[in-house]
C-alpha cells in the first residue's frame, strides 16, 4: 500500500514550457486534491476532485488544468509555466466520508503525497 | 465563509518545555477539526482529530480539544522534544474540502 504517489519530485522548467504532474492514489479514495505550497503562505488549494468525473476550482486554479483520469489518478498541467508557479505541489486524497446531519462536514483523514519540488526559470 | 487562524511563529522552546499553538475557527455547521503535522522535506502527515463538539483528539503525547464555545482547537503537549520540530497546520473539514489555517513552526533546542 503506498499511499498518495507522486512524479516527478523534482523538476526545472523554462517560462513557457508545459508540463504535467502525476498523481495516484491506492486507497479506494473518491476524493483528491492539488496544493501548492510557498513559504509563508501556508497551503493553497488549486483544483480538486470531489469524485471520479467531477472537477472544481479552488483558491488559485489560474494557470492550471486538472484532469481525473480515473478513480486513482489526478493530474495537474501547466500550459505555459511562469516564475510565479514555483513551489512545492502537494497531491492529497481521502474517501469523502460524512457522518452524522447534512450540516457535518467530512469527518476522514486526508492523505498527502511527499510533494513536487518545482522551478520556472 | 469557513476560516481558521492559528498563531503565527516561529515558536521557539527548549527541549522538555510545554507547548500551546493556539486555532481558532469560523464555520457554518458542525465540521470536524484536524491538526497535521509536516517535517522537514515532507508532505503533511495527520497528527490528531476530533469530529464532534468536546471530542478530545490525541497523538503521540500531543493533544487538542474541540471547544464548541470558544470556537477553539488549541495544540498542546506536556514535554516537547527536539523531533517535534515542524510546521503544524490546524484545519477544519468544510462540506468537500479542508479549510488550512497559515501554519505554526515549532524549533525545539536541545
Not at chain 2, 515558536?11 to 507547548?19: M, P, Y
Request: hydrophobic share 30%; charged share 20%.
Amino acid at each position: 500500500n503506498a499511499g498518495v504517489t507522486q512524479t516527478p519530485k523534482f523538476q526545472v522548467l523554462k517560462t513557457g514550457q508545459s508540463m504535467t504532474l502525476q498523481c495516484a492514489q491506492d486507497m479506494n479514495h473518491n476524493s483528491m486534491y492539488w496544493y501548492r505550497q510557498d513559504p509563508g503562505m501556508g497551503l493553497r488549494l488549486i483544483y480538486y476532485s470531489a469524485s471520479e468525473g467531477t472537477t472544481d476550482k479552488g483558491e488559485v486554479p489560474n494557470g492550471y488544468n486538472v484532469s481525473r483520469l480515473n478513480k486513482r489518478e489526478f493530474s495537474l498541467r501547466l500550459e505555459s509555466a511562469a516564475p510565479s508557479q514555483t513551489s512545492v505541489y502537494f497531491c492529497a486524497s481521502r474517501t469523502g466520508y460524512r457522518t452524522g446531519s447534512k450540516a457535518g462536514g467530512l469527518t476522514d483523514t486526508q492523505y498527502f503525497g511527499p510533494g513536487t519540488r518545482l522551478t520556472v526559470l | 465563509g469557513d476560516s481558521v487562524t492559528q498563531m503565527e511563529g516561529p515558536v521557539t522552546l527548549s527541549e522538555e518545555a510545554f507547548l500551546t499553538i493556539n486555532c481558532t475557527y469560523t464555520a457554518t455547521g458542525y465540521p470536524s477539526l484536524f491538526w497535521y503535522v509536516q517535517y522537514p522535506g515532507e508532505g503533511l502527515q495527520l497528527l490528531l482529530k476530533a469530529t464532534k463538539a468536546d471530542d478530545k483528539g490525541s497523538n503521540k503525547g500531543f493533544e487538542a480539544t474541540y471547544r464548541k464555545e470558544t470556537t477553539s482547537f488549541h495544540l498542546e503537549k506536556g514535554s516537547v522534544q527536539v523531533s517535534d520540530s515542524a510546521v503544524y497546520f490546524c484545519a477544519l473539514s468544510g462540506s468537500d474540502k479542508l479549510i488550512f489555517g497559515t501554519g505554526t513552526r515549532l524549533q525545539v533546542f536541545p
